[in-house]
C-alpha cells in the first residue's frame, strides 16, 4: 500500500539503501500518477531518476506524468528515451508506455 511504501521509503534513506530507494520513489509515485496526481509525482519520480539514472521504469512514469498533465513534448521525449536509450524495455516499462504511446 502507498502508506507502507513512505514508511519503507523513510527507512531507507537514499545514501543507506541506493538501489532500494530508487524503487520505492517509483512504486509510491506511479501510485500518485494513477490517481490522477501527476504532479506531486513528478518530484519523486525525478528524484528517483536522480538516484538511479538508467530506470527505465521511472522515466516512462514521468513521462506519463508530463502526459497527464498535457505536457505532450516532454512525454515524448521521455517515452522516447525510456524504451529506445534505455532499451530494449523490460515488461513494467512496455505496459506503462503502451498507455499513451499512441495517444502521443
Known amino acids: 500500500s502507498p502508506a507502507h511504501q513512505q514508511v519503507a521509503l523513510k527507512l531507507s534513506a537514499d545514501a543507506r539503501d541506493p538501489q532500494r530507494a530508487p524503487m520505492i520513489y517509483t ?11 501527476p504532479a506531486p509525482a513528478r518530484v519523486s519520480l525525478e528524484r ?16 506519463y506524468a508530463a502526459f497527464l498533465s498535457g505536457d505532450r513534448e516532454q512525454a515524448a521525449r521521455l ?10 524495455p523490460d515488461g ?13
Open 27 to 37: 512504486r509510491l509515485r506511479a501510485a500518485q500518477v494513477m490517481l490522477n496526481q
Open 48 to 63: 528517483a531518476l536522480a538516484l538511479a539514472p538508467d530506470s527505465g521504469l521511472a522515466v516512462v512514469w514521468l513521462g
Open 79 to 88: 517515452l522516447k528515451y525510456a524504451i529506445i536509450d534505455l532499451g530494449p
Open 92 to 104: 513494467s516499462v512496455a505496459q506503462v508506455a503502451q498507455w499513451y504511446v499512441d495517444k502521443l
